[in-house]
């Protein structure tokens, strides 16, 4: 395998556990992908008490909080080395607002990994706050994490809705299942409303089993030409009445990865629309990959 000229994959730390966690987790995708690692760090001071080492009247001492971020990089750096000896990794210290900085980033990244949780806002470390908003300013897949997380373990949940968001999202699943060796579970969910719902609504002449057999369909026509490709891949097809979000974190709860399209298909029958992926991203306590659609 070789690496594409110019990809990389990014990672932004900022030292809190969580960005140590997406830090470990990329450099295990970027060895598998045959990329080098970057560990971006944006240093901004934006408040009192952000410093390691504070004085007496609460001042800070900016240089000792350099000097403590970039030793933190530098170990970082060194443990991903350690990690995975072969693969290229270094650490970027950059002056600026953490927003900027990642999406500056991310424009030569094949993928940016981020922590969920970064250190306070009140240190001026605003990783964590910052995540949802890097999601929707980069156009590279962004994968956002909270804790360790085992690549290893557990089937790769995906959405599907018929868009063209969820088809990047299908093929970006196709392919980390088969670098990881992993089952995929492919999730159409038709309504965002129970089913019950739809009972004194009869004049609409609702019929669940032609809802399952149109959904069923849809599944298989996206699916089934990735699975000529990789029929080494084990596939479940789920399509489920439950709301979006709820199904995709109901079966993910010990996924290796949750993969969901950034827009969906409209706002009357919303499938993957952002609200779906912004709440699997902050309610997911595994790993979650946001993919759009190529130009969108």
Known sequence: MTAELGARVVAGVDGSPSA???AEWAATEARLRALPLRLVWAHEVTAPGYGVAA???GAVEQDSVRDWARQSLAELVQRCRTAHP???????????????V???????????VLGAAGRSA??????????????RGVSCPVIVLRAPADPERGPVIVGVDGSATSAAALEFAFDFAARHRRRIVAVHAWSDLP????????VWDFDPQVMQREGQELLAGWLQPLQRER??????AVVTTEKPADALLER????????????????FRRLLLGSVSHAVVHYAHVPVAVVRAAGS
């Not at 072969?86 to 927003?99: A, E, R």
């Not at 990642?102 to 940016?112: D, G, K, M, T, Y």
């Open 55 to 57: 004085l007496p009247e």
């Open 231 to 236: 029929p080494d891949i084990e596939v479940e």
């Open 86 to 100: 072969d693969l290229d990794v270094h650490g970027d210290f950059v002056p600026g607002d953490p927003l900027d």
């Open 195 to 202: 089913l019950d719902a739809f009972g004194p609504v009869r």
């Open 252 to 267: 993910g709860q010990d996924a290796a990865l949750i993969v969901v399209g950034s827009h969906g298909r409209g706002a």
């Open 102 to 112: 990642l999406v500056e980033h991310s424009r030569e990244a094949a993928l940016l």
């Open 122 to 135: 009140s240190t001026g470390i605003r990783l964590g706050s910052i995540a949802s908003s890097v999601v």
């Open 20 to 22: 140590v966690a997406a």
